[in-house]
């Protein structure tokens, strides 16, 4: 995987091969982050990442100059590789706390700009997702939820859901109160 843009432009970060990640292609995540440059200023965003896996999605959004990144993933050898990584770029602004995202959500007071989510594409409850986010009121007013699916999740009848893009197999849908 590389970083698309900013401070690290081009860095090729190697991830260990026995983490349980499917990181997102190059391919889809410029996509995505082209998006995102036309609506957001990054440095004003703090995000949250759940599901980092490698912390791709993280390292793309700080080397974007982004406020601040907080990736939680439950295992142990990701967040220790995201905790490695973010040493070796100098991102003092990437935080990294091993949780189970449920548990996170329920906990956390803070509100966020933007929350990204690549949960495991066959993860149950993945529908239930938005839901989980919206009810515990932890996106910003302008705030968007991107979630990263397969073909076979559908949100587009989700109230919030106001945008889906396709970038290969990677699909992602975007939701916000309107």
Same mark, same amino acid.
């Given at each position: 995987?590389?970083?698309? *843009? ?8 190697? +991830? ?12 889809? !995540? ?32 700080? *080397?974007?100059? +982004? ?18 990584? +973010?040493? !070796? ?21 803070? !509100? ?37 699916? *397969?073909?076979?999740?559908?949100? *587009? ?19 916000? !109160?309107?």
């Amino acid at each position: 995987m590389r970083i698309i *843009s900013g401070k690290n432009k081009g860095r090729k970060i190697t +991830a260990p091969g026995n983490l349980p990640v499917r990181p997102t292609t190059d391919f889809a !995540k410029e996509g995505l982050f082209n998006v995102l440059a036309n609506h957001f200023d990054f440095k004003e965003l703090e995000v949250l990442d759940l599901f980092a896996g490698t912390g791709n999605i993280s390292y793309e959004f700080i *080397s974007r100059d +982004a406020k601040s990144v907080l990736a939680i993933d439950i295992n142990t050898s990701c967040t220790n590789f995201i905790r490695q990584t +973010a040493e !070796k770029l100098n991102y003092k602004n990437l935080f990294v706390i091993r949780s189970d995202f449920k548990a996170f959500l329920i906990h956390t007071e803070k !509100k966020w700009d933007m929350i990204f989510a690549d949960p495991p594409y066959d993860m149950e409850g993945v529908a239930d997702l938005p839901a989980m986010v919206f009810n515990q009121k932890i996106l910003k007013p302008d705030g968007w939820l991107i979630i990263e699916h *397969s073909r076979n999740s559908d949100f *587009s009848t989700h109230a919030y859901c106001f945008e889906h893009r396709k970038y290969g197999n990677v699909n992602f849908s975007i939701f916000r !109160k309107r």
